[in-house]
């Protein structure tokens, strides 16, 4: 086994290592092609905006390692912005074409009486039973920080809903994709026992 954590120059990526560690498995941090087609497992974590996020990628020659192991049945778990690249088209600063591997968009909240970005805790509401959730309750809280949110076309992906002034996909699952908008590196034991979830798949 050999799990990856892509670095493209931004996000959370000591917080997910560290997660992992503490779950029990161990992981690696890279941003060059080899170790991103090498990897048995990949985690693109996320933090900033869609279009700075696959710029990036793309200067580090990164986007096609990263599709060409989702097609080839890797497991793939994408945590916020790497859950919102996997769409078609993302709306912030304007609309930026995605990976085009979900079909969706990602869109900003609504201006309301909640605030904007979604920061903090929220519950999960699982819609799909999935091996990801294994030890982990219906409704159990995570930690969100976010102003825009993903729009996948396809019901049959979204595997957990969270209420934040409208009902929005916060999980997809989806063959060998699993993806998040809410951090499980931040999410304490239910968000450890994600992680381990994932690194146990195959």
């Known amino acids: 086994m050999k799990i990856v954590i892509v670095n493209y120059g931004s996000g959370n990526l000591r917080s997910v290592q560290r997660g992992l560690a503490r779950a029990g498995f161990d992981a690696g941090i890279a941003d060059d092609p080899q170790s991103v087609a090498d990897a048995s497992h990949l985690i693109v974590p996320g933090v900033g905006a869609f279009r700075s996020c ?9 986007l096609q390692p990263i599709t060409d192991a989702i097609r080839a049945g890797k497991p793939y778990l994408g945590i916020c912005l790497g859950y919102q690249i996997l769409l078609d088209v993302g709306e912030e600063f ?32 699982i819609r799909q ?28 992906s979204v595997a957990a809903v969270t209420e934040y002034g409208l009902s929005f996909p916060s999980a997809i699952v989806r063959d060998n994709i699993i993806a998040c908008q809410f951090h499980p590196e931040k999410s304490q034991a239910v968000g450890l026992r994600l992680l381990a979830n994932f690194a146990q798949m195959k």
């Open 54 to 62: 696959m710029e990036n990628l793309d200067a580090r020659g990164l």
């Open 94 to 125: 304007g609309p930026h074409p995605g990976l085009g591997l979900v079909p969706g968009r990602v869109v900003r909240f609504p201006e309301g009486h909640l605030k904007v970005p979604h920061m903090g805790w929220n519950r999960v509401w």
């Open 129 to 156: 039973p999935s091996p990801i959730w294994d030890g982990v309750p219906d409704g159990a809280y995570f930690y969100f920080v976010h102003s825009y949110y993903p729009q996948p076309t396809d019901a049959t």
